[in-house]
């Protein structure tokens, strides 16, 4: 097999989008005008798989990052729940007074969705915690050969 040249890098971009935003093979070739066989050819590369892991790692860690990010909301809003129960209510305003309340999410959805924040966050931390290891095991088995 031929080696990606950096005359088809943008090309390679193109089919690596194409195949992580499409729901299928065949969703991704019509998407860029070619056969799906093309694109099954090219991921037999070993350029175009690494180029694509690497694409695949950096859209994980950017996920990773932002539930990071949302895990302080998630723990306020099981601190809220816990603090407030069934009766967490928001004031509705008209005419700049106060006219009545309303609940804006349940508490067990709220309760649900910052638990599965939380999980989430730290499977993915345990993943990239579990991934540098490697990587430094697999560094230090080549510095070793």
Known sequence: M?????SRDR???RMIVALLTARTLKDAAKSLGCHPRTLMRHQKHEAFQAQYKEVKRALLAQATAR????SGA???ALAKVVETGDSWTEPVF???KVC???KKFSPAARVSAATKILELALRSHEIEDL????EALERSSYANK
Do not use: S, Y
């Open 11 to 13: 090309k390679i971009e």
């Open 2 to 6: 031929t080696a990606i040249t950096p």
């Open 100 to 102: 009545g309340k309303v």
């Open 94 to 96: 008209f005419q700049g």
């Open 131 to 134: 991934t540098e290891r490697l």
């Open 67 to 70: 539930l990071r990010a949302e």
């Open 74 to 76: 998630a723990v306020e």
